[in-house]
């Protein structure tokens, strides 16, 4: 066997610059929305009071086949009216009207 003594290291290894100092994470609106939850008292527990009826779980998960039926219907109805809609602009085009 060829293992290095234990008292041996090995050299240590320099980390670019960002991922020593890391940039702060973006203010996004959605973060500062959140940060006006926790700073507002009744907000803060209104959002905890939330958490806790929803037990941490979405609602696809606590309602599976409810969610698939509307996700389905939304879909399928999006698709049709897309579908409709660009029959609708060929044959216009078609005609020359357009």
Do not use: K
Not at 50 to 64: D, I, K, L, T
Not at 74 to 88: D, N
Request: no cysteine.
């Amino acid at each position: 066997m060829t293992n290095p003594p234990s008292h041996e290291h090995r050299a240590r290894v320099d980390l670019p610059e960002w991922m020593r100092n890391p940039e702060p994470p973006r203010r996004t609106p959605g973060r500062l929305a959140s940060d006006l939850v926790d700073r507002t008292p009744g907000l803060r527990e209104l959002r905890r009071t939330v958490w806790r009826w929803q037990a941490h779980r979405r609602f696809s998960e606590r309602h599976p086949v409810l969610s698939a039926l509307v996700s389905f219907a939304f879909v399928a109805a999006t698709a049709t009216v897309l579908i409709a809609g660009a029959m609708y602009l060929f044959g216009r085009m078609r005609e020359g009207t357009l």
